[in-house]
């Protein structure tokens, strides 16, 4: 088990979207057997998802969380114990005892979509967490809108280190409650590309205020406890339409490490505001590569059978 603590001087860093490092302990029969600093370079707040997953990290102890760096931790699998303060390692300590409970979403101010602007720098991260940079690539031909990435803390939220209010977008008796569900999620040609029940641990989060995409959490912000419902969603109400513009093509001499990049491998590019975003490798030749940064699940159909398993009032 590895456990991941937003890192800073030995506390626990209080902006999950700002911290600038993470301590990663090595968790085997209960007890801390090894420790490191792992740090997050210019990762945007849901970038870093993507930055813990590669570092295989199981669980993460935080202080403020958004709903959007939410719903990519639990995309990644990654336990989410927000709400956490004081030492890092006496976090983990009462953690494994049993004594650390999440707040949930606790910082509600980051948007939903983020755009990844025009003329990145094409610097990425392998599957082994080393990142290399390329400034000055030339390979500008994401969408022409400015990176709106900028929304964390900005001397309004407190340190999101306490609750606040969160907007509700789905009225339901759910609504603005903590609520845990199992899930299994469905192609239309029945193929499964998620399911909590394969990772032996319930998707909790807020219903009603878009952690979720829209129809899964139209859908659980008015089950009952013990409901099972199976729905579908088109496109619209799931990751969205494919979107073309978010496909670029990149002369490998361009980006430092490319040459050894296979198809269907995810990795992270860097903007010019030093945002990291993930993209998938989807083609290769001999002198260019081709990055797709459309979720992967865009332009599809999906399919979900839900139970509601607990609402916490």
Request: aromatic residues 6%; hydrophobic residues 30%; contains cysteine.
């Amino acid at each position: 088990m590895k456990i991941a603590v937003t890192y800073d001087n030995g506390q626990v860093f209080q902006h999950f979207g700002k911290t600038k490092e993470f301590k990663l302990y090595t968790v085997e029969d209960g007890k801390i057997t090894a420790s490191e600093i792992l740090g997050s370079g210019s990762a945007g707040h849901e970038a870093l998802a993507g930055v813990l997953k590669d570092a295989e990290v199981d669980t993460l102890i935080c202080g403020g969380l958004g709903g959007g760096a939410q719903a990519a931790l639990a995309e990644m699998g990654i336990k989410v114990i927000s709400g956490a303060t004081g030492n890092t390692d006496k976090a983990v300590e009462e953690f494994l005892a049993g004594n650390l409970v999440s707040q949930g979403v606790n910082c509600d101010h980051h948007g939903e979509d983020h755009h990844h602007g025009e003329g990145h720098h094409c610097g990425h991260h392998d599957h082994n967490g080393e990142s290399e940079e390329a400034s000055g690539c030339g390979c500008g031909h994401h969408d022409e809108e400015s990176c709106d990435c900028g929304d964390d803390c900005e001397g309004d939220c407190g340190g999101c280190g306490g609750s606040r209010e969160m907007s509700i977008i789905y009225e339901g008796k759910n609504a603005g409650k903590s609520v845990s569900v199992h899930y299994t999620g469905t192609l239309d040609d029945g193929s499964k590309f998620d399911s909590s029940y394969d990772r032996n641990q319930p998707l909790s989060f807020v219903a009603g205020v878009g952690m979720m995409i829209p129809g899964f959490d139209k859908v659980v912000v008015d089950m009952e406890v013990g409901e099972s419902k199976s729905i579908h969603i088109e496109p619209a109400d799931a990751y969205g339409e494919y979107n073309e513009k978010k496909v670029l093509v990149a002369n490998i001499s361009e980006v430092p490490g490319s040459e050894n990049l296979q198809i269907g491998q995810d990795i992270m590019l860097m903007n010019d505001m030093g945002m990291r975003f993930p993209v998938t490798v989807t083609e290769k030749t001999s002198e260019t590569v081709t990055f797709d940064g459309n979720h992967r699940l865009a332009g599809k159909a999906l399919n979900f059978d839900i139970t509601l398993l607990e609402v916490a009032e």
